[in-house]
C-alpha cells in the first residue's frame, strides 16, 4: 500500500477535501451469477469503489462513480450529531444504544426493547415514532411474530434505534419532535451538514429522497460513499470512535442473529467496519489499511450485497494484508438458493475482479 500523507481526523473541525474523480474506461467487472441445477440463470453486475482515507480511489469494478442512494449505509453518518452536540450524553445512550443507532436490526427482542428505552430516556414514546412497522428482516422473527399473530408497531422497524437517536437529538436542542424526519427539519438540516462533510461533497450536490422509514436518504457518487467510511474508520473524533467501537462492540445490535452485518463484523474482529443498505448497497470501513468500500448492486437484488461485499475484501485481502478470516462465512460468500421444500437448487456466487489504480 502506497503510503499516503496525514490528515484530519476530526470530521466536524472542517469538511475533507474529495479529489475529483474521472469516471474510468470499464476495465474490471464484478458480477454475482444466480445459479440453478448448475446452470447461471441470471447476472448481477455490481459497482464498487475502493478509495484512501486521502480520498483517492485505489480501485473499482464497473462506475465507481455510479450516484445511487446511500439508504441505511449511511446510519453511522446520522448518528454523529446525536453523540457530537451532546444528545447520547445527556440520556444516557452507552455502547449498545449508540450500535442500534446505526441498526438495521431484525427485530428480536432485545433491539425493540432497547429502541423504547432511547425513546423513554429522551421524554419520548413510540408514538413519535416516524418509522411504519414492517415485517421483521429476520425470517426466523418474521415467522414468530406470524404465528404469535403480533400487531406490528413502529418499534419493529428496522430503523426504530435511528429514529430514537434522531428523536433525542431533538429533545437536546428543544426543537419540535413533530417533522424531525423531514426535509427542513433541524434534525435532518444537522445531518446533512454533517454528511456533507464527512464525504466532502457540498450540501446542494446531494440528492434527497425520502427513505423506506420516513427519513431523508441521500444520493451521491460510490466514491463519496468508500470517502466517508474510510475516514470514519480511522478517525479520532471522539464521536466516530464512539460510534465505530460501539459497532464493533455489539454488531449483534446493528443487524441480528444470522445476519451479515452482524456476522462479519464478529468474525473480522476489528478488521473491518460493515454496514448494509437497501437496494442492494453495501459499505465498510477497513481501519488498519485506511480504505473505504462501497458498492451497489445495480438491479437492486438485496440478496447479492453480502456475497458482493465478501467478494470485494478478498479481493484486497491479499494486496493489502488484510486478515479476514472465512471460517464460518460460507453462507454469505455463496448463499444457497432454496425450493419451497427447503432443498438446495442452486446458488449466488461472485465472478469477476477488480481494476487497481
Known amino acids: 500500500m502506497r503510503p499516503g500523507g496525514p490528515i484530519p481526523h476530526s470530521a466536524s473541525a472542517r469538511p475533507y477535501p474529495v479529489p475529483a474523480m474521472a469516471r474510468p474506461t470499464p476495465m474490471a467487472t464484478l458480477v454475482i451469477e444466480s445459479t440453478r441445477s448448475g446452470f447461471v440463470e441470471s447476472l448481477h453486475t455490481v459497482s464498487v469503489a475502493v478509495v484512501s482515507a486521502e480520498g483517492t480511489r485505489v480501485a ?27 444528545a447520547a450524553d445527556r440520556y444516557g445512550f452507552g455502547p449498545r444504544e449508540l450500535a ?15 429502541a423504547m428505552q432511547m ?36 418499534r419493529w422497524n428496522n430503523c426504530s434505534g435511528k429514529h430514537a437517536g434522531m428523536l433525542a437529538l431533538a429533545r437536546h436542542h428543544g426543537w419540535d419532535v413533530h417533522g424531525y424526519a423531514s426535509d427542513g427539519h433541524p434534525v435532518q438540516e444537522r445531518i446533512q451538514d454533517e454528511i456533507a462533510k464527512w464525504t466532502g461533497l457540498p450540501r446542494d450536490a446531494l440528492v434527497k429522497a425520502v427513505d423506506g422509514c420516513r427519513a431523508v436518504c441521500f444520493g451521491l457518487p460510490l466514491s463519496a460513499m468508500a470517502t466517508a467510511w474510510a475516514r470514519f474508520g480511522i478517525s479520532e473524533a471522539p464521536a466516530a470512535q464512539r460510534l465505530r467501537d460501539a459497532m464493533l462492540a455489539h454488531p449483534e445490535l446493528v443487524a441480528g442473529r444470522g445476519r451479515a452485518c452482524t456476522e462479519l463484523m464478529t468474525a473480522f474482529k476489528g478488521e473491518a467496519v460493515v454496514k448494509i443498505g437497501a437496494e442492494g ?24 450485497a453480502a456475497p458482493a461485499l465478501l467478494a470485494v475484501l478478498r479481493l484486497l485481502a491479499e494486496p493489502y494484508g488484510l486478515g479476514l478470516p472465512m471460517e464460518g462465512l460460507a453462507h454469505h460468500v455463496e448463499p444457497r438458493i432454496l425450493d419451497t421444500r427447503n432443498e438446495v437448487v442452486g446458488s449466488l456466487r461472485a465472478g469477476g475482479t477488480l481494476a487497481f489504480a
Do not use: I, N
Open 60 to 86: 473499482y469494478a464497473g462506475d465507481p462513480e455510479r450516484v445511487t442512494f446511500w439508504r441505511s449505509a449511511a446510519k453511522p453518518f446520522q448518528s454523529l450529531p446525536m453523540v457530537q452536540d451532546g
Open 100 to 114: 442500534l443507532s446505526c441498526a438495521s436490526h431484525s427485530s428480536e427482542p432485545v433491539h425493540r426493547a432497547l
Open 119 to 154: 425513546l423513554s430516556a429522551s421524554g419520548c414514546e413510540e408514538r413519535h415514532l416516524a418509522c411504519g412497522p414492517h415485517p421483521p428482516l429476520s425470517p426466523a422473527v418474521a415467522e414468530e411474530a406470524l404465528k404469535a399473530g403480533v400487531v406490528l408497531t413502529p
Open 281 to 304: 448497497v453495501y459499505c465498510a470501513a477497513l481501519p488498519r489499511v485506511r480504505l473505504g468500500v462501497a458498492l451497489k448492486v445495480e438491479d437492486g437484488d438485496a440478496r447479492c
